[in-house]
């Protein structure tokens, strides 16, 4: 997935797209993905309506929902509205079916998950075998049923959503490739998982937290320069938000600090994971920061963290990390 195709404001354009495709009333909607077992609502038809016309805080909340649902890559909803109804036709019913086969499609996630997982092991050590490459066109969807011993309309589900993942790609008339990225093989299952597995806040917290201060060593021995601008910039903006007491602005750049770090360190399974996490946890998390007193708190520790990587210390970086993450826990509510 290309990144000039991403972009936030286009979340709430195709949650509208993605509602008149499947051919629900906003009300079915919230029936169908933002309601609890117990049939719940979790927002009125008002509420949709307006956030689908104007956005606002609950879009992230809607999108999560709904990806999970459905079993599809949250960040598609980020894509240009052309680019996401292109992806989404890939793994939604046919038109003519209604919401009962969004049940029946629930029913199956979980078969269609176990195949997703073996067929991205499959192809992953094929990789690193060097049987496979970028660009490189796989088995046929009737092969790889019989190679893994499921129905072939299981098999194409599970295919359609590694293509949604950024792993394959699906040419109609041509067959199923490699993507031009074989990384994503290695990258892309572990970001997902993470967003799959979202109430496992404590054990993600303390991933992010060992992903972070590895960030911040590798950081401090970065030499390009290309790349340090950007922490350069994340840096001075929050410094100016800090001094113009513009503290909603200040939050949104320390996010954009902390995964600019994680840019300099050069390792893109850290990143990757980094990106996953904070989106991760800007959703499910909310925010205990009441007063001016703990900002200066973070905006010194950044100050910190940012010296000991301006100087190429790695170590007294990774130490500057881990006591600002450590600090943030008690700062922040996680649950």
Not at 106 to 131: C, D, H, P
Not at 190 to 217: C, H, M, Y
Not at 310 to 328: C, F, I, P, Q, V
Request: proline share 1%; glycine share 6%.
């Amino acid at each position: 997935m290309e990144e000039k195709r991403l972009n936030p404001v286009n979340k709430k354009e195709n949650i509208r797209l993605l509602r008149r495709r499947m051919r629900m009333t906003q009300k079915e909607f919230i029936q169908n993905f933002l309601s609890d077992n117990n049939g719940q609502a979790s927002m009125s038809v008002a509420t949709l309506s307006n956030m689908e016309a104007r956005g606002g805080a609950r879009v992230n909340e809607v999108i999560f929902n709904v990806a999970q649902k459905l079993g599809i890559d949250a960040m598609i909803f980020s894509m240009a509205p052309e680019a996401f109804l292109e992806k989404i036709e890939l793994v939604l019913p046919e038109k003519n079916q209604g919401t009962d086969s969004l049940q029946i499609n629930s029913g199956l996630e979980g078969a269609i998950w176990q195949t997703v997982n073996r067929l991205t092991m499959y192809f992953a050590e094929k990789i690193f075998n060097k049987e496979l490459k970028k660009g490189d066109k796989i088995q046929s969807d009737r092969e790889l049923a019989e190679l893994f011993g499921v129905g072939r309309s299981s098999l194409r589900e599970a295919l359609k959503v590694l293509a949604i993942m950024g792993m394959i790609d699906i040419r109609p008339g041509q067959g199923t490739y490699i993507s031009s990225s074989e990384t994503n093989f290695f990258i892309i299952p572990l970001s997902w998982s993470l967003f799959l597995n979202g109430n496992q806040i404590d054990s993600i917290i303390t991933v992010r937290n060992l992903l972070e201060i590895k960030a911040a060593e590798l950081a401090a021995q970065c030499q390009k320069e290309e790349i340090l601008a950007k922490l350069h910039d994340a840096t001075y903006k929050i410094q100016n938000s800090y001094t113009e007491k513009n503290y909603k602005e200040f939050l949104e750049g320390d996010l954009r600090f902390h995964i600019s770090i994680a840019e300099c360190s050069e390792n893109q399974v850290i990143y990757s994971m980094i990106q996953t996490i904070s989106n991760l946890m800007r959703h499910v998390s909310g925010t205990g920061m009441v007063n001016e007193e703990q900002i200066r708190q973070i905006y010194e520790e950044h100050q910190k963290i940012y010296g000991c990587i301006l100087t190429h210390n790695a170590d007294d970086a990774g130490k500057a990390m881990k006591e600002h993450l450590e600090k943030s826990s008690k700062r922040y509510n996680y649950r």
